[in-house]
């Protein structure tokens, strides 16, 4: 009983640290899809900051600066998705397959030529990382049965990137829902002529949403370079971005079910792993790769209707155009 | 200019504490591109005045008001607000001028809530829940102050259009709008719901509210404004004041010295039964029928118009009986075929048996802008063994025929080459027309024909149908134009929400009865 | 792509201003060169020769080429009916697994000559296969096609893995890689095809596939613009309402579309897979896939388009290739760079400079009649 207990309390920490990235990215691609830009490029920006994070953090030592710049760099791509967007009307799908290859290349071309060490970032020592966080008394309490080994063993001993996750999605769910900006963002998405017409500047509105946006997938970014790892390495983000995305459509939009999706998925690979070669009764080994698909199978069939109906922000995709 | 400025002057003159005018424009010019929408336009609207502008479409009235609410900028001009002289360049200058617009499109969130709507954009701070408590409170005494309910909570998609319209009315009080501009109010409104509207803004006027009311409905105009203003062609024509003028004088100014020709028209008998409709029934996607249990035949030789105020299920008809919208109760039989909600036919098939369409909204159905004309030509025949070689496009072909289709009908430029999209509405419609007169169809639904299309044209597409006719193809025409209606038909059909209400011989038809019977004002006569 | 510059002339509209967005992600490309610190001059020279310099250097130029072709006309087909298809890579993959499977299965048994057309219709089935369920999904239920081909890349790999590791793999090997085909399941290479008529070649990766490839952009040509099923699909692009007057059924055009693009996407498996490793193996579409949306882009989804956009990116990837050998400092992954530029700027910002272009165009222009779209 109680091994299962510590097993639980060990997969649902390993799910949170999977999970943290995806919900960074999550919250941020909703709300660039709630003002009604699609973003294909959680991925490119993610990568792009975990780059330049792990590169700052590896020359500065400084934490803090690392994460600056990580979020500056997702921010300047999230501008530059809006300007191909918002101000040129392009197309918002190549606009963010774009950002990913640009992102993909550019961070190996800069790596090496910076560190010549093809194409990662010198390894980064704890000081200049996002260390584990003791919540107080967590080493006091890790005796106490069940409560305490919970507290201890699950609540504390992140690092306040993970916090900072959980924060953001009670803060999208705040913004979105009980703020004048949140009651735009919602309104410019599903049809931004009414946003035009009660003089609000959809081109503005849209701008903010992809900072935003940007901001989050900066600090995803810094999660995986130095959180999660020690440092960069070349297309380290392994369509995280992807599969983030594929939580907030199967969140249906919504900052709290999309949470759920990805802690699921989350979970799913936490799982995977410790799932190997294990032989389920009846069903034979489970192959590792089915599981590691799930995410991607669950959403094809959740966008073909068969679990409830994804409905995206109507105004999606569509280039604001005032028409007589 | 003329009358309406006198009497404000006079005004002005008699009572020296008067106001000044709600809002004054002063030579207002708008292009887009080669395009005059408006041409040194300038009016004056006293304050507590319903003001109405009638023009036909095209004539610049919308594009006037988006000027006056900062949707577009104008190229020339002044806009005075209560005398002061004002730059609107966006909507939130012209909302903090008090001035609130009504659009034809309704300008709503679909998955908010009517308080969410009004608020939206006028939010007392940053967080929601003051403006919530706010907007609660100022819509209970907006509610109070214009007898103009609707519930708070309700969601947008769920409401009827007459009640959209009166969340748009919210929106613009909410913001103060001591200006409302309307942008063709009633054109999906019910008779009961324009009167709604009507008295609404009788009461906005009560309390000192000014109104402007664009729309193409003389009755309206003499209705309910006070003063008038007539555009065409992106000009003023004149001002007047309503007690001091006529349905009459005002559809003169509005369409001008249109004088057209008498169309020749033979009497011709006719003969057999081409299509026939039996109990068609067609819905939307929330289930609404669009058309509405509708039987009529139409015999070869005839040319049945059907009347009716747009939206009232004419398109769906069209639409329907072409094969693009599915029938979901009744029938109809063409060339010998039933064409049932379990037995289907598609737009194809339907052709095959002789069926064209010469659709509405040519640019968005009857042709594809990107189409080389000579690809647009031969639109809904492309599967005609007379234009392959093999697997491939016989090129020589298709590019003989539509060289003959625009040599027939005077399509310019005459290059199958040039870009659908290129060519001028009227040559677009002559091209289109050309296309699917040219098989000599036994059956011809045409909508709009001469939508947009200048008087050269109209005239010539006119002796086209009415010569098709001859030649006895039967022909159901829909048309918002009662003129042109009056003029083909053989006899009439007055459509209303979805239901043929009355129809009639086009020799006893007028346009006030029709009129009438196309608002369902009148008790339904039935004529023969 | 929305914005439309009708009131310039044709050359500039398809000629010029493409033109001036490749320049511009070139020169971004050269800043990016320069701020790494080395001579973007240099390197160009370095590339071309390397590309283009010898026979070896051409003969993987064009081997590059063959694949960037395949998947750029699957790209191109698509968006000329208003799709996207973003899944070109798994495509690829699962094309590459029809040819593998194939060849695994028959070719001990049957000569060249059946197998090429049974690698060629594999390859093409698998993936259009691969390609039909998001199209179905899109035409029938609505879901959108750029998500569904995205998970279906991921769906691919991952049984592209699973299937190596576990079914596929030769036995005794450590890494997942099939036995590699009998002689009778190798595409001929360029050279041997070559010096059969007598022409020396020097050695390359470069198989019969490229003449495949050609043929592919004359056959889709002439199905965009010379036949029926072609003119549908053109319709249903631009306006689906005007194609549902016509009698179009667009959910079939959806499906078949998609079909014809997967099987474009799925031919680059033939080119790897039976013409070049000759063995079924891990992640050989090596981001082929997306390097299609950048050639489509670029040649304008225009089958003349596409092969100079795909020579194009075979000299980039192959002097790329040349360049990291040659310039340390510079990596292969330049080549990546340069690609998300093209697609930034022929695609995402394709119409940017449209507007100063105009005015340019206007300001030098001789004052002539108002053009005929007027009357």
């Known amino acids: 009983m109680e091994d299962a207990f510590v097993f639980a309390v060990l997969t649902a920490n390993a799910t949170v640290r999977v999970a943290t990235p995806l919900i960074l990215c999550a919250m941020a691609g909703l709300f ?22 792990a590169s700052v953090a590896a020359v500065t030592g400084s934490v803090w600066l690392a994460l600056a710049a990580g979020v500056a760099l997702a921010v300047c791509l999230a501008l530059l998705h809006g300007f191909a967007c918002i101000t040129h009307n392009g197309n918002h799908v190549v606009s963010g397959v774009a950002i990913n290859i640009l992102v993909s290349g550019l961070t190996v071309v800069l790596g090496i030529a910076w560190f010549q060490r093809g194409g990662q970032t010198p390894g980064v020592g704890p000081e200049a990382r996002f260390m584990p966080l003791e919540l107080p008394l967590a080493s006091a309490l890790a005796d106490v049965p069940l409560l305490g080994t919970l507290y201890s063993g699950f609540l504390s001993g992140h ?43 959809v081109a503005w509105l849209r701008y903010r949403a992809v900072m935003i946006c940007g901001l989050l997938t900066g600090i995803a970014g810094t999660y995986l370079a130095i959180a999660q790892n020690a440092g960069f390495v070349r297309d380290m983000s392994a369509g995280q971005g992807y599969i983030a995305l594929a939580a907030m459509i199967f969140g249906k939009w919504r900052p709290v079910p999309a949470l759920g999706a990805c802690l699921m998925f989350g979970l799913l690979d936490a799982v995977a792993i410790r799932l190997q070669g294990v032989v389920v009764p009846g069903l034979g080994e489970v192959p590792v790769q089915l599981i590691q698909a799930l995410p991607y199978i669950l959403t094809v069939v959740l966008l073909a209707g068969f679990i409830g109906k994804a409905v995206a922000p109507k105004a999606i995709g569509v280039p604001y155009v005032k028409e007589a | 200019m003329s009358t ?19 809002i004054e424009l002063h030579g207002i010019s708008k292009s887009f591109g080669p395009v005059q929408a408006n041409q040194n336009v300038s009016m004056t609207i006293a304050a507590g005045d319903i003001h109405g502008i009638v023009g036909e479409n095209g004539a610049g009235k919308s594009t006037l008001m988006s000027i006056l609410y900062g949707f577009y900028e104008a190229d020339q001009g002044e806009i005075r607000v209560a005398g002061q002289s004002v730059n609107i360049a966006s909507p939130d200058k012209a909302i903090a001028a008090g001035i609130g617009m009504v659009h034809q499109h309704f300008m709503l969130v679909d998955t908010f809530t009517v308080l969410e709507n009004v608020m939206m954009g006028a939010e007392s701070g940053v967080l929601l829940s003051g403006s919530i408590t706010a907007a609660r409170s100022e819509l209970k005494r907006l509610e109070a102050e214009y007898d103009l309910y609707v519930d708070p909570k309700a969601v947008i998609e769920d409401l009827p259009v007459g009640e959209l319209q009166r969340v748009e009315i919210l929106k613009a009080l909410y913001r103060g709008a001591k200006v409302l501009i309307l942008d063709e109010p009633t054109g999906v409104l019910t008779p009961q719901e324009t009167e709604q509207l009507f008295r609404i803004l009788k009461a906005l006027k009560a309390q000192g509210g000014t109104v402007i009311l664009i729309t193409h409905k003389l009755r309206e105009i003499m209705a309910i404004t006070d003063t008038v203003t007539v555009m065409r062609h992106g000009k003023v024509v004149a001002s007047k004041t309503t007690a001091e003028t006529s349905e009459a004088e005002l559809a003169e100014l509005m369409v001008g010295r249109k004088i057209r020709a008498e169309l020749q028209r033979t009497e011709v008998a006719a003969g057999a039964v081409a299509l026939r409709v039996g109990h068609l029934t067609v819905r939307d996607a929330y289930q609404v029928p669009r058309v509405d249990d509708v039987s009529f035949e139409i015999r070869a030789h005839e040319i049945v118009g059907v009347a009716g105020v747009s939206g009232n299920g004419q398109s769906e008809l069209l639409e329907a009986l072409s094969g693009i919208l599915p029938v979901d109760d009744g029938l109809f039989e063409i060339g010998g075929r039933r064409i049932t909600p379990n037995a289907p036919c598609d737009p194809a098939q339907l052709r095959a048996l002789h069926l064209a369409h010469v659709p509405e909204d040519r640019q968005r159905l009857g042709m594809v802008g990107e189409f080389s004309a000579r690809e647009s030509a031969i639109l809904g025949y492309h599967n005609d063994p007379l234009y392959q070689a093999g697997f491939m496009f016989n090129q020589v072909a298709i590019k003989a025929k539509c060289a003959d289709l625009m040599t027939q009908f005077d399509v310019r430029p005459p290059l199958p080459e040039a870009l659908s999209a290129n060519l001028s509405g009227g040559n677009q419609q002559k091209l289109i027309l050309a296309r699917e007169l040219n098989r000599a169809p036994d059956v011809l ?13 109209i005239e010539f597409i006119h002796r086209q149908l009415i010569e098709l006719r001859d030649r006895g193809c039967a022909i159901l025409l829909v048309s918002v134009e009662l003129e042109e209606i009056m003029a083909l038909s053989d006899r009439i059909l007055v459509m209303f929400e979805g239901r043929i209400v009355a129809e009639l ?17 009148a008790p339904v006569e039935t004529a023969h | 792509m929305n914005t439309d510059s009708r009131s310039l002339p044709r050359w500039i509209d398809i000629g010029l201003i493409p033109v001036i967005n490749i320049a511009l992600a070139l020169i971004v490309s050269g800043l990016i060169i320069t701020v790494i610190g080395e001579d973007p001059l240099v390197a160009v020279t370095v590339m071309v020769k390397g590309a283009l310099g010898y026979q070896e250097g051409i003969g993987y130029t064009l081997y590059y080429a063959t694949n960037f072709i395949f998947t750029g006309l699957a790209v191109a087909v698509a968006f000329h009916a208003g799709l996207f298809n973003i899944g070109g890579e798994g495509q690829a993959y699962m094309g590459g697994l029809g040819v593998g499977l194939v060849m695994l299965g028959f070719d001990a048994a049957l000569p060249i000559a059946l197998l090429l057309p049974l690698g060629l219709l594999a390859s093409a089935i698998f993936g259009a296969a691969w390609a039909a369920v998001p199209a179905y999904l899109q035409a029938y239920r609505g879901s959108h096609i750029v998500i569904t081909t995205i998970m279906f890349n991921f769906i691919a790999a991952a049984l592209m893995v699973y299937l190596m590791v576990n079914v596929l793999i030769q036995p005794g090997q450590m890494s997942p890689q099939s036995r590699e085909f009998s002689m009778s399941g190798h595409l001929p290479f360029m050279h041997e095809a070559l010096a059969w008529i007598g022409i020396p070649f020097a050695r390359s990766p470069l198989n019969v596939s490229i003449v495949w490839a050609l043929l592919c952009c004359l056959g889709l040509g002439a199905y965009i613009w010379r036949t029926r099923w072609g003119y549908e699909l053109r319709a249903v692009g631009h306006n689906e309402r005007a194609a549902v007057y016509a009698g179009v059924n667009p959910r079939r055009v959806i499906v078949v579309t998609m079909c014809i693009s997967g099987g474009l996407a799925g031919f680059v498996g033939l080119n790897e897979v039976m013409g070049v490793h000759h063995r079924l193996l891990l992640d050989f579409t090596a981001g082929y896939g997306f390097t299609g949306i950048a050639v489509s882009l670029m040649g304008r989804n225009h089958p003349i ?16 290739a040349e360049l990291a050998f040659e310039v340390p400092a510079i990596t292969r992954e330049m080549v990546v760079t340069i690609q ?14 449209a507007p100063w272009v105009e005015r340019v165009y206007h300001a030098v222009k001789p004052r002539r009649a108002p053009a005929a779209s007027e009357a």
């Open chain 3, 305 to 320: 388009g596409v092969v100079l956009a795909s020579l194009l990116f075979g000299v980039l990837y192959q002097g790329g």
């Open chain 2, 4 to 22: 309406g400025d006198d009497r404000l002057t006079n005004d002005r003159a008699a009572v020296p504490s008067s106001p000044p005018p709600a």
């Open chain 1, 32 to 53: 660039s899809e709630r003002s009604g830009i699609i973003d294909i490029g959680l991925e490119g920006k993610m990568l792009g900051a975990a780059f330049i994070a």
């Open chain 2, 505 to 521: 011989p086009a020799a006893d038809a007028d346009e006030r009865s029709l009129g009438l019977l196309m608002a369902n004002a």
């Open chain 2, 445 to 457: 639904l045409v909508g709009q024909p001469t939508r947009g299309v200048d008087i050269g044209a």
């Open chain 1, 159 to 201: 690092n306040l990137l993970v916090y900072t996750a959980f924060f953001a999605v009670f803060a999208t769910w705040w913004v979105i829902y009980r703020t004048r900006f949140g009651l735009r963002l919602r309104a410019v998405g599903e049809n931004p002529h009414a946003v035009d017409t009660a003089g609000i500047s």
């Open chain 3, 340 to 353: 998300g530029l093209v697609i930034l700027f022929s695609g995402a910002l394709a119409y940017m400079t």
